[in-house]
């Protein structure tokens, strides 16, 4: 089940410009307080079916700020599956 993963990138996929801010603020608030239980292995399976390719770079760009283990776990993550935009 990937829940909390998948609302992660959904809710990066195409935020509009007025949400953009609250959007960014919620997924940092998310990402301090459950950064032990995201799993990695849910975003891989994700980017494999070519989806949210633009949300897990967002999210990479929003977590260097707040975990640099994350961050490298997710830079690792897009270089082996997907790419960088």
Same mark, same amino acid.
């Given at each position: 089940?990937?829940? +909390?993963?998948?609302?992660?990138?959904? !809710?990066? #996929?195409?935020?509009? +410009? /007025?949400?953009?801010? $609250?959007?960014?603020?919620? =997924?940092?608030? /998310? =990402?301090? @307080?459950?950064?032990?239980?995201? @799993?990695?292995?849910?975003?891989?399976? /994700?980017?494999?079916?070519?989806? %949210? %390719?633009? !949300? *897990?770079?967002? +999210? $990479?760009? /929003?977590? =260097?700020? *707040? @975990?640099?283990?994350?961050? @490298?776990?997710?830079?690792?993550? &897009?270089?082996? =599956? !997907? #790419?960088? &935009?």
């Amino acid at each position: 089940m990937a829940g +909390l993963e998948l609302a992660l990138l959904e !809710s990066l #996929y195409n935020p509009a +410009l /007025i949400h953009a801010g $609250y959007v960014t603020e919620l =997924v940092k608030k /998310i =990402v301090r @307080d459950r950064r032990k239980t995201l @799993d990695i292995s849910i975003w891989e399976k /994700i980017l494999r079916k070519n989806k %949210h %390719h633009s !949300s *897990i770079n967002r +999210l $990479y760009k /929003i977590v =260097v700020t *707040i @975990d640099p283990v994350l961050a @490298d776990e997710l830079k690792a993550l &897009i270089k082996k =599956v !997907s #790419y960088f &935009i």
